[in-house]
T-cell receptor, first 114, second 113 residues
Framework: AQSVTQPDIHITVSEGASLELRCNYSYGATPYLFWYVQSPGQGLQLLLKYFSGDTLVQGIKGFEAEFKRSQSSINLRKPSVHWSDAAEYFCAVDPNQAGTALIFGKGTTLSVSS | DSGVTQTPKHLITATGQRVTLRCSPRSGDLSVYWYQQSLDQGLQFLIQYYNGEERAKGNILERFSAQQFPDLHSELNLSSLELGDSALYFC????????????FGSGTRLTVV
């Protein structure tokens, strides 16, 4: 079945430590891929997007993502986490590359400890 | 401020009632998307309008309807409300192609009591 999976519901990272959030997708062809962040009481903000080409994608706020076609994954990374990064992170796909619907994963909640 | 404006921010209403949620897209965006976010279902795509025409439909109930007006703002109408309709409703806007990524509003929190 077509799906977007974020296997980690909740992750806690120490401030200054590195972060990796996992996302796997199950679609016939490589869809367009996105990472969004949602802070409490806020809407979703686009962190980065992947369409094709280089497997390492740079985003905003110091985030990057690595696309691995063989694993059908696009994991979000940050070298050093700040307390303000505590939020919920969503992976999303546009399976038809048509600008119609984004299909979202269930999200990963990131807590940052001091 | 993302540029996508949603009103109202909060809405409390009784079962069986009807409400209208409003969305003004970012300047220049022709497409409006509606999403429902709930604890059990996560973020679910409801419907997309592009320049006034319905373009894609997702998991939208028959009790729900939407439209996009000539000035490109959109309204989502929810009727015969049930407790299970309580959720955050997001509007997003975009150019209509996916090589941008959508811009989301801050949402309307609907509570049905």
């Amino acid at each position: 079945a077509q799906s977007v999976t974020q296997p980690d519901i909740h992750i806690t990272v120490s401030e200054g430590a590195s972060l990796e959030l996992r996302c796997n997708y199950s679609y016939g062809a490589t869809p367009y891929l996105f990472w969004y962040v949602q802070s409490p009481g806020q809407g979703l903000q686009l962190l980065l997007k992947y369409f094709s080409g280089d497997t390492l994608v740079q985003g905003i706020k110091g985030f990057e993502a690595e696309f691995k076609r063989s694993q059908s994954s696009i994991n979000l990374r940050k070298p050093s986490v700040h307390w303000s990064d505590a939020a919920e992170y969503f992976c999303a796909v546009d399976p038809n590359q048509a600008g119609t619907a984004l299909i979202f994963g269930k999200g990963t909640t990131l807590s940052v400890s001091s | 401020d993302s540029g996508v404006t949603q009103t109202p921010k909060h809405l409390i209403t009784a079962t069986g009632q009807r409400v209208t949620l409003r969305c003004s897209p970012r300047s220049g965006d022709l497409s409006v998307y509606w999403y429902q976010q709930s604890l059990d279902q996560g973020l679910q795509f409801l419907i997309q309008y592009y320049n006034g025409e319905e373009r894609a439909k997702g998991n939208i109930l028959e009790r729900f309807s939407a439209q996009q007006f000539p000035d490109l703002h959109s309204e989502l109408n929810l009727s015969s409300l049930e407790l299970g309709d309580s959720a955050l409703y997001f509007c997003a806007s975009g150019p209509g192609s996916s090589n941008y990524g959508y811009t989301f509003g801050s949402g309307t929190r609907l509570t049905v009591v």
